[in-house]
């Protein structure tokens, strides 16, 4: 059986009742399980984790997002979190049986549906870009939900799928749709309010600034703890381990008399990105072995 992964993201996590209504609509679709959803006030943002057949997936995705466009409005979001539109991502990745070719078909039908559904430029990133320069979804997100207005009207970056009537959506944003490898969603807080510090740390061990291959970190702050944190995703964790990134950090950090308070995981993780540390050499809160993706995939899905 070909088992398919889709981590949708929206712009909104401050209201608990938005974000249950959001769950219980992929939960409601026969055949897609449920394994994990976050909400983060400061960076106002949700992330769900679900599974299932190809199909099944397909289904989950809409019925989830289309809520999501029910439910979320742009003109009133803020947050410390890069983001496009209100359903801001939608990655679909290929578990057990499945190809990259499978989640890019899935993720072109999607894009499709949800579009014309809801009225909303979709741009396609990663293995289901449709050109060179969309493959990096920090280039799809350039300038934000504030440029995006503008940036639809440059030739070069016109959305992959725009419904005719629609030009820019002021309530719903742009959704990016990808197909991508399994990503590692990792955050790093520092026992230190010291924002400045945490941008230094994210700009030296981003790839796109000469750091670590395949390590995407911005420095943010979180207000509600008064925190900084350096927010990651590892899009090759095979060829940056965690553990690498971790002590980079750690080791900045120190060279500021600054220790790491923990970090934490969004969504869920590769057994194999594990291999040789422990939870608690990276001060992993919140850690059990539902955590781990392969722990759901060899249970049938129903």
Known sequence: MKIIECIPNFSEGRDSRIIRAIVDAATEVVGVRVLDFSMDCDHNRSVLTFIGTPEAVLNGAIAACSRAAELIDMREHSGCHPRIGAVDVVPFVPLEGAQMADAVEIAHRFGRTFAYRHNVPVYFYGEAALSRERKRLADVRRGEYEALRDRMADPAWRPDISPEESGFNPRLGATAVGARK???????????????LAQQIARSIRHSSGGLPHVQALGVLLESRNIAQISMNLADYEVTPLSVVFDAVRKQAAGKGVDILESELIGLIPRAALEGITPDQIKLLDFHEERIIESHCRAPVS
């Open 182 to 196: 399994p990503l590692i969603a990792f955050n790093i807080n520092l026992d230190s309010n010291d924002i400045g």
